[in-house]
């Protein structure tokens, strides 16, 4: 079945990039995510990629996606206070609902 | 952009009570809208999936009968906790598609959350 992994923490300091890793299983998403979550919110969307691209750069958001070895990564640039959030990796075929992984807890220290 | 709201946001509710969460599609008509389910430092897991006018689409080991879904219009959907226990406790999110859940691959906005403590 289908399965998204991500670490569970990652640590930095302001200024600093963030990596945030992400691997998935079902070779026929389609569409992958990168969703936001600060503390007892709701999700924001933050980008999105389709399974056909590699790269996609939204100001200091780059996406990357190795579909042979289904890795999705999300780079940070200038990693703000305000960044520190839950940011979930999600998958999905056309016409079906999304699939999260568990998240991954950013804390950025000033 | 599309604005999804959930009410209530807090609820606490003794063991036993039914407690009914809404979702509504602020300024948009949503065919398909998705709850979920997250406990602390978990992930969304997909309940289920209310499409208007016609029955939800229950994910395997979500009871029906006691997670009853209505999607009576396109701008609303609501879920009822039905004799609630404590381990229904939890952070419950709804999701709104703007074009039934296909193009454009965007489309899918997420309410709040409601946050369920049954005491």
């Known amino acids: 079945g289908e399965d998204v992994e991500q670490s569970l923490f990652l640590s930095v300091r302001e200024g600093d990039s963030s990596v945030i890793n992400c691997t998935y299983t079902d070779s026929s998403s389609t569409y992958l995510y990168w969703y936001k979550q600060e503390p007892g919110a709701g999700l924001q969307l933050l980008t999105y990629i389709f399974s056909n691209m590699d790269m996609k750069q939204d100001q200091r958001l780059t996406v990357l996606l190795n579909k042979k070895d289904k890795h999705l990564s999300l780079r940070i640039a200038d990693t703000q206070t305000g960044d520190s959030a839950i940011y979930f990796c999600?998958?999905?075929?056309?016409?079906?609902?999304?699939?999260f992984g568990k998240g991954t807890t950013l804390s950025v220290s000033s | 952009g599309a604005v999804v709201s959930q009410h209530p946001s807090r609820v606490i509710c003794k063991s036993g009570t039914s407690v009914k969460i809404e979702c509504r599609s602020l300024d948009f008509q949503a065919t398909t809208m998705f709850w979920y389910r997250q406990f602390p430092k978990q992930s969304l897991m997909l309940m289920a999936t209310?499409?208007?006018?016609?029955?939800?689409?229950?994910e395997q080991g979500v009871e029906k009968d006691k997670f009853l879904i209505n999607h009576a219009s396109l701008t609303l959907s609501t879920l009822t906790v039905t004799s609630a226990h404590p381990e229904d406790s939890s952070f419950y999110i709804c999701?709104?598609?703007?074009?039934?859940?296909?193009?454009?691959?965007?489309?899918?906005?997420f309410g709040p959350g409601t946050r369920l403590t049954v005491t």
């Open positions: 999701s709104a598609s703007l074009q039934g859940g296909h193009w454009p691959s965007y489309e899918q906005y």
């Open positions: 999600a998958e999905r075929q056309a016409g079906t609902a999304l699939i």
């Open positions: 209310s499409n208007e006018g016609s029955k939800a689409t229950y």
